[in-house]
């Protein structure tokens, strides 16, 4: 009979799970369609084109809502057993509020980890598949940055025409190994710098140990000098902020290619802000489950289930600005940007574990 009523009440709480993400990703789609077709409405695309496009960033956003999506499913479940008196056959059959809670919370913690290793690496591929291919579409390509397997490449305008500029390292506001290439409005290449590095922290470039090429009427005028400024769009600062969205860097990314991220110049910073949050989700899906919990689980009385719906979301809103309270504080340095990461995890585990004491003993 335990055996039973434990598959009856994992399939109810996967099949709410189910339930939800698909309406999350029904009003997605709704929502972020309208903003790619106002993208697209002076381009000449096909229909499907748009409807592709916001197809391939909702998943990515379900698991950006993932622990909300956890918290409403099972406050739902928690609701339905209570109000159907199945909570109470369950106790009659030596299934104490304890022993509930954790079978859901732990599922939902499994949940967390199977999304990392399995969705989040395909999310990953459709959200830079989505950048590329929008990308395409852009009319706004006078400056370009990009990190790739070959290094930093920056596109941008100057006064006489166009500048390319390529780095093989970033490192400490430090570009390394720099390539200038100066192109005029025709893009026909007039000159050459490099130098063996450049102090980016400011938006005036000081380069090192360089070597100028002019090209003049078939002639190359070879220049060699210690130090040269150059005036750019960005600064090492306005670069590496960039790169800050790892919606296109997966879990297993972050941690099969740690040092090789930083060696193409991402912030070490912000890629363990990236590896903690991935590994914060599963613990922040178990709290969110006890939340739920405690919310619904403290009587065995029928209740209005509307009620519950508004306290819902008081706390997914609360919870989700605490979030970004605890992200504007890391990227503030007031904390780091790791324990930025966890601090929501900590606070409301804090709060749950009171909680669950509480309804064990009902």
């Not at 999310?123 to 790739?148: F, G, P």
């Not at 192109?183 to 070597?211: M, R, T």
């Not at 519950?308 to 008081?314: D, H, N, P, S």
């Amino acid at each position: 009979m335990n055996k039973v009523l434990f598959k009856y009440l994992l399939a109810g709480y996967f099949k709410r799970i189910l339930i939800t993400v698909l309406i999350v990703f029904c009003f997605g789609l709704i929502f972020n369609l309208f903003e790619e077709i106002e993208f697209f409405k002076n381009l000449n695309v096909p229909v499907f084109v748009p409807l592709m496009l916001t197809s391939l960033y909702i998943p990515s956003m379900i698991i950006r809502l993932l622990p909300f999506i956890i918290f409403v499913s099972s406050l739902w479940h928690f609701l339905q057993l209570r109000n159907t008196k199945e909570l109470l056959t369950m106790k009659v059959f030596g299934y104490s509020n304890f022993k509930i809670f954790f079978i859901l919370a732990t599922s939902s913690f499994l949940i967390g980890w199977l999304v990392l290793f399995v969705f989040n690496p395909v999310t990953s591929k459709m959200i830079k598949y989505y950048e590329q291919t929008k990308s395409q579409y852009s009319r706004d390509i006078d400056h370009l940055v990009s990190i790739n397997k070959n290094g930093l490449w920056i596109k941008e305008n100057i006064k006489n025409g166009y500048r390319i500029i390529s780095a093989d390292k970033t490192r400490n506001e430090i570009l390394e190994n720099i390539t200038i290439f100066n192109l005029d409005k025709n893009y026909n290449l007039v000159g050459k710098i490099h130098s063996d590095s450049a102090d980016a922290s400011k938006k005036e470039w000081v380069l090192s140990n360089v070597k100028i090429n002019e090209f003049r009427g078939g002639i190359v005028k070879q220049t060699l000098i210690d130090k040269k400024i150059i005036v750019s769009q960005y600064d090492y600062q306005k670069i590496s902020s960039l790169f800050r969205n790892f919606d296109t860097m997966s879990f297993l990314d972050v941690v099969l290619d740690y040092k090789d991220l930083q060696s193409k110049g991402y912030s070490k910073r912000y890629l363990d802000q990236n590896l903690n949050s991935f590994l914060s989700i599963p613990f922040f899906l178990f709290i969110m489950t006890a939340l739920a919990s405690i919310l619904t689980m403290n009587t065995l009385k029928k209740s209005n289930n509307f009620t519950y719906i508004i306290v819902g979301l008081i706390v997914c809103v609360a919870i989700y600005f605490f979030k970004d309270l605890s992200l504007a504080l890391g990227q503030t340095n007031r904390i780091s940007l790791s324990l930025a990461a966890w601090v929501p995890v900590f606070a409301v585990g804090l709060f749950s574990s009171i909680g669950i004491l509480q309804i064990n003993e009902k």
